[in-house]
Nanobody, 114 residues
Framework: EVQLVESGGGLVQPGGSLRLSCAASGFTFSKYAMSWVRQAPGKGLEWVSHINSGGSSTNYADSVKGRFTTSRDNRKSIVYLQMNSLQPEDTAVYYC???????WGKGTLVTVSS
């Protein structure tokens, strides 16, 4: 059974940091690119970041570039999203996604508020 399980969300003050993790199982994680996608309250899905299968190439949405960093550990089958300088507009449910396989996690909520 394929599973993507996100963790690390929570409440953080503006300017703070969080690191999200997504643990994968049930497929050969190291062969596939991974993405993070978010959905703010009342809004649609927004692509956040992408990392290739080997971890050597990353891409980011303009809204998070310079603040967020994605990485992966293929030995542990985990993809990470380090989020710094968080702002209220970053409040959302964050999902990890294997885009070419159509696999999605259930998401983790990040709330940025004072």
């Amino acid at each position: 059974e394929v599973q993507l399980v996100e963790s690390g969300g929570g409440l953080v003050q503006p300017g703070g940091s969080l690191r999200l993790s997504c643990a994968a199982s049930g497929f050969t994680f190291s062969k596939y690119a991974m993405s993070w996608v978010r959905q703010a309250p009342g809004k649609g899905l927004e692509w956040v970041s992408h990392i290739n299968s080997g971890g050597s190439s990353t891409n980011y949405a303009d809204s998070v570039k310079g603040r967020f960093t994605t990485s992966r550990d293929n030995r542990k089958s985990i993809v990470y999203l380090q989020m710094n300088s968080l702002q209220p507009e970053d409040t959302a449910v964050y999902y990890c996604n294997a885009p070419t396989k159509g696999y999605w996690g259930k998401g983790t909520l990040v709330t940025v508020s004072s």
